[in-house]
């Protein structure tokens, strides 16, 4: 059986981007538009109950149900940057109390820089191959930031702060920001590369306050608003939830978005445990011992077996991550609530897989009835479009030019 897919234009959102209605605190990959969650929440009437995101990355869908009057909301990721980035967004704090801390902050790693014997005195993190991917400069300033941040006694007031601090970490680094994966700059290019560390952080403190202060703020003090963020896996609770509004990885990080990788050193730097295993801890990440042979994906993966038997176990491994996580998420969910996943379906060896279907598939199969897929195109998110599926150099395909809305309702 094939799920009824509409193709709407309303969708398409042409022009707009993420900063059209939340600029972004923090780039982040593969950022679903909240325009979406919002139109969507609103053509099915949803604005009351509980919202939960079982894969909240940086928190559009957190964006989503609060303009359309959700008070309450409820997110999960494994990534701990994505975690940080969605909980600073969407908790109220004193923009005078950000702006005071902020004036001491700088007195006062100011004033320690002025002796240059103070930096030897602080510990390094432990970023991996360090002196790699920072000049010695970089992480001397880095460390002092950092140091002053840890000092800041209020959580809520410090994570705001290592807000600006991991887009510091980042821009600083010899990594080429143009790319999520870890790729270092040309040696020519590292020879000119002389950041201003201090500089950087501030400019980008004063960038993060602002869109705070004018976005968001604004929209967390007209409500009561309750968003708890946790940095785990979804698990099934007593508490059911009303509605479920996200948007999943579309396939294993290693091939698909490197959400590990974007966030490898702020993770490092900020003494994350395992940050560089991340990838390896989210959906098909594993190992599959075998390939898929039941339901709409399966004649796909048989597909690529043929083609690449490794490669369809790879495949495998995502789905079976996808499938366990929605039997969760289903049983999370009041009758007649909702479930809406925002989600694209990549090609693996020419072979395109429905993951829209899959979806579907496996709520129905968890007493949930489909309702409709909207198919929009894709024009204005940040992730890989072409991939290189041979290796060859120039020999690439598209990967997604689409995304889909799937939208079931609990009936049992």
Known sequence: MKYQVVR????????????????????????????????????FK???GILLDPYCGSGSSFASGLECG?????????????VLISKVKFTKLSIQRIIETRQIFRNDLYEFLKDESNITKLKRPSVTNIEFWFSKAVISNLCAIKYFIDEIKNEYIRDFFFIPFSET??????????????????????????PDVIGVFFKKLED?????????????AAAKVKVKVYAAAFRPQSKLFDVVLTSPPY?????TV????????SNEWFGIKNARKIDQMLMGGGKSGYI???????????????????????VSAFYNDLKYSIQKVAESVNKYGKVIYVVGNRTVKQVLLPTDQFIAEKFEENGFKHLITYERAISNKAMPSKNSPTNECGKTMNTMLYEYIVVCEKIK
């Open 292 to 314: 898929i042979s039941e339901g709409l994906i399966a004649d796909d993966v048989t597909q690529i077996a043929k083609i690449d038997y490794k490669r369809a176990l790879d």
């Open 46 to 48: 949803v604005s009351k």
């Open 251 to 255: 396939g294993d990080s290693r091939t």
């Open 169 to 194: 970490i980042r821009e600083c680094s010899y990594t080429r920001n143009s790319e999520f994966k870890l790729y270092r700059m040309k040696s020519e290019d590292i020879l000119n590369f002389n």
């Open 208 to 220: 993060t306050i602002y869109l705070y202060t004018n976005f968001y703020f604004p929209k967390l």
């Open 8 to 43: 709407n234009y309303q969708y398409d959102y042409l022009g707009q981007s993420y900063a059209s209605m939340y600029p972004n605190l923090h780039r982040y990959p593969a950022t679903m538009l909240p325009q979406i969650g919002i139109d969507i929440l609103k053509e």
């Open 258 to 265: 490197a959400y590990g990788q974007f966030s490898t050193f």
């Open 70 to 82: 959700l008070t309450e909301m409820e997110g999960y990721d494994i990534n701990p940057l994505a």
